[in-house]
């Protein structure tokens, strides 16, 4: 797991809620958890934002980036628009990152 740096982040917590199974990151950002088709991952760290992923395939690894909270226009209302064009923008910077992470071989 790393975050939006490209850095390992330790001591994050990757939960499965259908096994009641928790288990936090090591040293190299690295987990080993018992998942099953179906099962659903998250994962966790503190000023982070969350992340969750339903696991489709057993024999290919879940890399995770989480990226930083990130809080904007505190009050105003948002309209399906505004939500439309935040969701582009973290999409952009999460293809960006993994493209990167893979051109780096930090899988």
Same mark, same amino acid.
């Given at each position: 797991?790393?975050?939006? &740096?490209?850095? !390992?982040?330790? @001591? @994050? /917590?990757? &939960? ?7 288990? $936090?990151?090591?040293? =190299? ?12 991952? #998250? ?5 982070? *934002? !969350? &992340? ?6 057993? *024999? ?8 930083? #909270? ?5 009050? +105003? ?5 505004? $939500?439309?064009? @935040? $969701?582009?923008?973290? =999409? /952009? #910077? ?5 493209? &990167? +992470? =893979? ?5």
């Amino acid at each position: 797991m790393l975050d939006s &740096e490209l850095k !390992p982040i330790v @001591a @994050a /917590r990757v &939960e499965n809620k259908l096994k009641n199974l928790r288990f $936090y990151t090591d040293i =190299n950002g690295d987990y080993n958890i018992e998942t099953s088709i179906g099962d659903t991952l #998250k994962f966790l760290s503190i000023g982070l *934002s !969350p &992340e969750s992923r339903v696991i489709m395939d057993l *024999s290919r690894d879940c890399n995770i980036i989480l990226i930083d #909270k990130e809080v904007n226009c505190l009050g +105003a209302i948002w309209d399906e628009r505004d $939500y439309k064009k @935040a $969701y582009r923008q973290v =999409n /952009r #910077k999460y293809n960006r990152l993994n493209i &990167e +992470a =893979n051109k780096k071989k930090l899988w």
